[in-house]
């Protein structure tokens, strides 16, 4: 469920929200193409957006002058392309991630790019664009030193034989050479300049075949922020288009100039007295150690809050910064509010996480109780939370 709606408003008989603002979106999408002011920007934006929201989040990161978008799953990409048509935008976007025999006539018809780290892909994507009669546009990876996608350098040159064949015949275009990086968030670390040097060579030997793609691109959020030499023509940044920063040691949110997104907010479905020596939740892990008020949050770990964080988790109420008490359930969690909790009210607002402007907890905060990241509990956030979009810069 989506709407924009007033801050201030709940959509009908929700008891948690997660309010995304879409000026911070696009603050933070500025904020990136100022640190790579000779790159394109590919907004990554899969899973949902990072939990945001697809379509909504596209929208806002390619007015903010984002050219490019980024998707892992074919599917993703097939609904991102649908709903940006239904919006008259039409940018390029890139899926990364299918197995052999996928759809990808349906991904040609859709315009898609497409990776290929090995040559049964590159064959693939050209039998289907010989039976579709076009040019496939394809994105040739390189593992540089990630160990997961990407074909390995001593590999390189087959895949390269692969799509030059596929292109004398007019059936591929080889728009993107690509690579990841695997420690782009440890800032110091040579591992960067390690891999920056073995792309940089596996674009020599693609220029030595006469593959000269358009944009070539390395880094995501953390090369982007921390590392020039990775920019080429085009960065990938995912987790920093929401706010977030990639690397809690090396600089936060605010020290990056980002704007976190996403605040998750629930309303106090029940607040009781309860006396010293109170058991609370499964197991009984946790007991009042006052006569005490105890409030229930309306948010479990389906709803993406990480069970490990029973007993930890930080929560606003008031103002106040409170956690979580005893086991997280699978819809709700107790908060003790101790003795100032008196004159909290049932429907009163919860703050799960949020830009933590205000003191409030942020993702990094339960990424940190959850022995975690926040990439993991924005991304997890489930399903039936409704987002509700704002967009104050737009509305005053
Ligand atoms: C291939 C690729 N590029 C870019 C990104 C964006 O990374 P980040 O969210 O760290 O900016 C991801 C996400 O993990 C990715 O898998």
Redesign the pocket.
């Known amino acids: 469920m989506t709407t924009t709606e007033p801050a201030t408003s709940w959509p009908e008989g929700a008891t948690a929200r997660a309010v995304v603002d879409l000026g911070a979106i696009r603050h933070n999408v500025r904020t990136l193409a100022e640190k790579a002011p000779t790159a394109q920007v590919m907004a990554?934006v899969?899973s949902d957006a990072y939990g945001h929201g697809l379509l909504r989040v596209a929208d806002a990161a390619l007015d903010a002058g984002a050219s490019w978008l980024?998707v892992?799953q074919l599917n993703e990409a097939l609904e991102l392309r649908a709903g940006l048509d239904a919006t008259g935008l039409r940018p390029p976007i890139l899926t990364?991630l299918f197995a052999p025999g996928a759809p990808l006539s349906r991904a040609l018809a859709a315009d898609l790019d497409l990776s290929a780290s090995a040559p049964w892909a590159v064959q693939e994507i050209a039998a289907a664009a010989r039976e579709a009669g076009r040019t496939a546009r394809v994105h040739l990876k390189v593992d540089t030193g990630m160990g997961r996608g990407g074909a390995r350098p001593e590999a390189f040159g087959e895949l390269l034989d692969a799509a030059a064949r596929a292109r004398a015949e007019g059936a591929v275009d080889v728009v993107g050479i690509w690579s990841?990086l695997a420690r782009a968030d440890e800032p110091d670390h040579p591992a960067t300049s390690e891999q920056t040097a073995v792309f940089t060579a596996a674009l020599d030997q693609a220029a030595r075949r006469g593959i000269q793609p358009q944009v070539r691109h390395l880094g995501?959020?953390?090369g982007t922020l921390f590392h020039p030499d990775t920019h080429f023509d085009l960065v990938?940044?995912?987790?920093?288009v929401y706010g977030l920063t990639?690397a809690v040691a090396a600089g936060s949110s605010a020290e990056l100039g980002l704007r976190p997104a996403m605040r998750l907010e629930a309303r106090l479905t029940l607040v009781k007295a309860a006396p010293a020596g109170t058991p609370v939740s499964y197991g009984h892990t946790a007991r009042t150690t006052t006569d005490t008020t105890l409030a229930v949050v309306p948010l479990g770990y389906s709803d993406g809050l990480p069970r490990i964080a029973s007993d930890a988790g930080p929560v606003s109420v008031r103002g106040r910064r409170l956690h979580v008490t005893g086991r997280i359930c699978m819809d709700q969690s107790v908060v003790d509010l101790g003795a100032e909790g008196a004159d909290v009210r049932e429907g009163d607002v919860a703050v799960v996480f949020g830009d933590g402007s205000d003191g409030g907890p942020t993702a990094d905060d339960w990424a940190a109780a959850s022995g975690t990241i926040s990439?993991e509990i924005v991304s997890r956030l489930g399903g039936r939370v409704p987002r509700v979009y704002v967009d104050p810069e737009r509305d005053q």
């Open positions: 990554v899969k980024g892992a990364w990841h995501q959020s953390a990938r940044p995912g987790i920093s990639p990439y």
